[in-house]
């Protein structure tokens, strides 16, 4: 080797390890820079120091710069500095002079959306609802961990996922965006999700704020709804989404409520958001969620997306001639970068690389393994034994080839295929036919088709029947009703006359009815299961994984047991979307009124004492469970503590669930969940589990008050539940609490 280019390699090695180290050391990268030297470039000051110091920097344009979007491809004509964004669903300027970067925003509320726009992969989880099936924490952590890493792959560094409206209306096309019926459950999940897709150095982010219950009519709609039911009920799963996630923004929703725009709602943003939580971050519109520019500003709206229209010329002329004070602007323009340094944006900027496809592909899969819930398990038929059983029959659209997917802004592009349209039923290449082969090398497998006729006599000649049933969901549609769409009832029931062993294998967004359910032996809930389902599913139905999942929503038996069987929809002449978000100033066109209150779920069926399909909570398993030894703390029941014991056969993690019921004086339904615990357990051992009580879970919240309203404790006996779901409750105790 020469001696030149033993210098050129060993230099070469030098640069490269110095970039690795730079890579790691994240401020030695821009060290020449002047910028580096500045005292907010010091990560040792809080995020609050940081963004004072910052602010005092600023020109006017500068901070008003920081206050809106610059487009969106396909929203309108491009702007002159489209050319800054990275494809997403938009990005707002920094203050490169001053090392504040732009913030580059996805969508990503199951994956990175857009990627196939930038020639990128990304993974594709399980939805949101079918995630908090797992009811699992950390399998939460995982899936923010995913798609913050991600991201930054993909040169993003702010999210807009974290969905976590409760479903008030499982109509809703977005059901699959959120995490189910229970504020405790969601925000618990929701706000470990965003807490490690934060850790990943992006902003995390908590939509839609608030009640946002349906798509129909979604930018005319005004929610009428109390405010003790407000905050116990969807406020109060994003109460706690803030508390554990810490995110640094909150996106404001389309809807009215109780006659303000959300994203115009002095309540809302300013004394329950900003006073009473104490959110540091920012509050960004939904993409034309923007009706106004003084009134949006004074009630605590800091970021409008995706666009200028209110927050541009108009906003900078409102401060000078008076009508929005400067105090204001200030107020908008440091929650933004506050947010940028909180969430290390400034620190760790985002570097584009490769997106570790394996690895987000075994995540996918671990967590809908997880999610996965058991329905209905007659005779035992699963988990299915290749030694007992010689041919199955798998059948429905697609079955052959993929599993769907839910669309919209939520909609994550499958591998090797076109960006996907708006509305468009994607399936992504997880074939279940092939994984099922895969799981029984000896047995014939055979793909029957999805045509009643044809399927049902595929299905005769087999030991077991597979279908596999979808329903597809959308942001900017509800569903007509909760049946199967495409004559999906009768081919099951088709299915099932053929042969008694069938197994019916759900991919939806939401519940559904199930006509057929007396006719089938197993019923199988996959949810839309990812890029990973049809392994995950294979391994389930053949046993390699015991299920564990239970429902986060409860699946009633028809939407006449609804709390509004009669979808609310505009009314004729009510503004399009178009008009409602440049008029400004505008007020919605007609009203939902949620006079169910707190009775959301479980909660609803409960008190007005409704049978269902199957209860919020449940899901079965291939081995049994046994409940023992309820004691309450001496914390006076701020702490509950139980042992389960597994009576089956096969190990298994059981979901514990705690429920209580408050003082008749509290006014309240039967009973509410105040914890749970997931107790993984080997055939025949015993466990015994402390579940911690927030003493805010017990509370009502009093917005009566004539001194301080607020959440308090009601006086009185309060009975204490454990068992494995809402309708399953064997062991309970009674205590009074002052």
Wanted: negative net charge.
């Amino acid at each position: 080797m020469s001696r030149s280019l033993s210098l050129f390699l060993a230099g070469t090695l030098a640069v490269a390890g110095s970039t690795s180290l730079r890579a790691q050391h994240h401020h030695h990268n821009q060290a020449e820079s002047p910028v580096q030297n500045q005292p907010w470039m010091k990560p040792g000051l809080s995020p609050d120091e940081r963004a004072e110091m910052v602010l005092k920097q600023l020109t006017l344009d500068e901070k008003i710069n920081l206050l809106h979007g610059n487009g969106m491809p396909g929203w309108g004509a491009p702007r002159p500095n489209a050319y800054l964004g990275n494809g997403g669903a938009g990005f707002t300027l920094g203050v490169e002079r001053l090392g504040i970067p732009i913030i580059q925003m996805s969508d990503a509320a199951y994956g990175v959306r857009s990627s196939a726009e930038n020639g990128r992969y990304s993974t594709a989880l399980p939805s949101n609802l079918g995630s908090a099936a797992s009811w699992d924490p950390q399998a939460a952590c995982d899936y923010g961990a995913l798609i913050g890493r991600e991201l930054r792959a993909q040169g993003y560094n702010m999210t807009l996922g974290g969905g976590v409206n409760l479903t008030r209306e499982p109509r809703n096309g977005r059901t699959f965006e959120y995490m189910g019926e229970d504020p405790v459950l969601a925000g618990t999940l929701v706000g470990n999700r965003i807490k490690c897709e934060r850790a990943q150095h992006v902003i995390g982010d908590i939509k839609h704020y608030a009640v946002n219950d349906q798509e129909s009519g979604r930018n005319e709609v005004d929610s009428i709804i109390g405010k003790r039911a407000m905050r116990e009920s969807d406020l109060l799963a994003f109460e706690i989404g803030l508390k554990v996630g810490d995110p640094s923004a909150v996106m404001c929703s389309y809807n009215g409520v109780n006659g303000d725009y959300a994203c115009e709602n002095k309540y809302l943003l300013t004394d329950v958001l900003k006073k009473e939580w104490n959110f540091k971050g920012f509050v960004l519109s939904d993409w034309g969620g923007t009706h106004s520019t003084v009134k949006a500003s004074a009630a605590g709206l800091d970021n409008e997306e995706p666009l200028d229209d209110f927050y541009g010329a108009k906003l900078k002329e409102a401060v000078q001639n008076g009508q929005v004070p400067m105090s204001q602007i200030d107020d908008h323009a440091r929650r933004v970068l506050r947010g940028e340094f909180a969430a290390g944006l400034v620190d760790y900027p985002a570097q584009k690389s490769v997106v570790d496809v394996e690895g987000g592909l075994e995540t996918a899969q671990r967590i809908e393994e997880s999610s996965i819930v058991l329905l209905k398990n007659e005779h035992n038929l699963l988990p299915l034994d290749p030694a007992k059983v010689h041919s199955i029959a798998v059948l429905g659209v697609n079955a052959d080839t993929g599993m769907i997917s839910g669309g919209g802004s939520a909609q994550v592009d499958p591998p090797g295929r076109p960006p996907a349209p708006w509305q468009a039923h994607v399936w992504f290449p997880t074939s279940p036919l092939k994984a099922i082969a895969a799981k029984a090398p000896g047995v014939t497998v055979r793909y029957g088709g999805s045509e009643p006729a044809t399927a049902a006599e595929a299905a005769k000649g087999a030991d077991v029947a597979v279908v596999f049933a979808y329903q597809w969901e959308s942001e900017g549609m509800d569903l007509p009703d909760l049946s199967l769409p495409d004559h999906q009832d009768a081919l099951i029931e088709q299915v099932a006359a053929a042969n008694p062993h069938t197994i019916v294998v759900l991919e939806t967004g939401t519940a559904v009815t199930m006509p057929w359910l007396d006719k089938v032996e197993g019923v199988v809930e996959a949810w839309y299961a990812g890029s990973g389902g049809a392994k995950a599913m294979a391994n389930v139905l053949f046993g390699e994984v015991n299920p564990s999942g239970k429902l986060p929503m409860t699946f009633p038996r028809s939407v006449a047991d609804l709390p509004h069987p009669h979808l609310v929809t505009p009314p004729p002449g009510a503004q399009g979307k178009e008009a409602v978000m440049r008029t400004g100033e505008a007020k919605p066109t007609f009203s939902v009124h949620y006079d169910e209150g707190v009775k959301v779920g479980y909660k609803w069926y409960d008190a007005e004492q409704k049978p269902v399909l199957f209860p919020f909570g449940y899901g079965l398993s291939y081995t049994s469970y046994r409940y023992s030894g309820l004691k309450l703390g001496e914390d006076a029941g701020h702490s509950v503590t139980f042992t389960v014991t597994n009576t089956g056969e096969r190990a298994g993690t059981e979901i514990a669930e705690v429920y209580a019921g408050l003082p008749a004086a509290a006014e309240e339904p039967p009973k509410r969940l105040v914890g749970w615990a997931r107790v993984a357990l080997k055939p025949g051992e015993s466990r015994e589990v402390t579940v911690a009580v927030d003493p805010k879970y017990l509370s009502i919240y009093d917005g009566q008050g004539d001194e301080q309203p607020g959440w308090k404790l009601v006086p009185g006996q309060y009975t204490f539940l454990v068992g494995g779901s809402s309708q399953d409750l064997p062991l309970k105790q009674e205590t009074t609490l002052h």
